[in-house]
């Protein structure tokens, strides 16, 4: 069974940058659309970027669009998420996981998650 595996997390100023990365850990994950999720406190969590495995379709919320890039290494199989011009609202605990259904939003469509790694904005 494939699990997937997140880190880079940490405590950065407003304004700085991290990577996350997600990678699978036992068999190769073949899914479809790799995405990133988030969840700060008492917030329910939410949908942050997405990428297809296929092609070079790549999306955004709005919240992150101009802000973060997400992209894949299809030879060491692993996904990035490089967050710049963080803001205090980013802070959030971040999740990656694999889908079978194109361009999805939606997490109920997502059958493999990480076990999340936290970011922390300072301002």
């Known amino acids: 069974q494939v699990q997937l595996v997140a880190s880079g997390g940490g405590l950065v100023q407003a304004g700085g940058s991290l990577r996350l990365s997600c990678a699978p850990s036992?068999?190769?994950?073949?899914?479809?659309?790799m995405g990133w999720f988030r969840q700060a406190p008492g917030k329910e969590r939410e949908f942050v970027a997405g990428i297809s495995r296929t092609d070079p379709k790549q999306y955004y919320a709005d919240s992150v669009k101009g802000r973060f890039t997400i992209s894949g290494d299809t030879a060491k199989n692993t996904m990035y998420l490089q967050m710049n011009s963080l803001k205090s609202e980013d802070t959030a605990v971040y999740y990656c996981?694999?889908?079978?259904?194109?361009?999805?939003?939606?997490?109920?469509?997502?059958?493999?998650w990480g076990q999340g790694t936290q970011v922390t904005v300072s301002s």
């Open positions: 996981a694999a889908s079978d259904a194109y361009g999805s939003r939606w997490s109920s469509d997502f059958h493999t």
């Open positions: 036992g068999h190769t994950s073949s899914s479809h659309t």
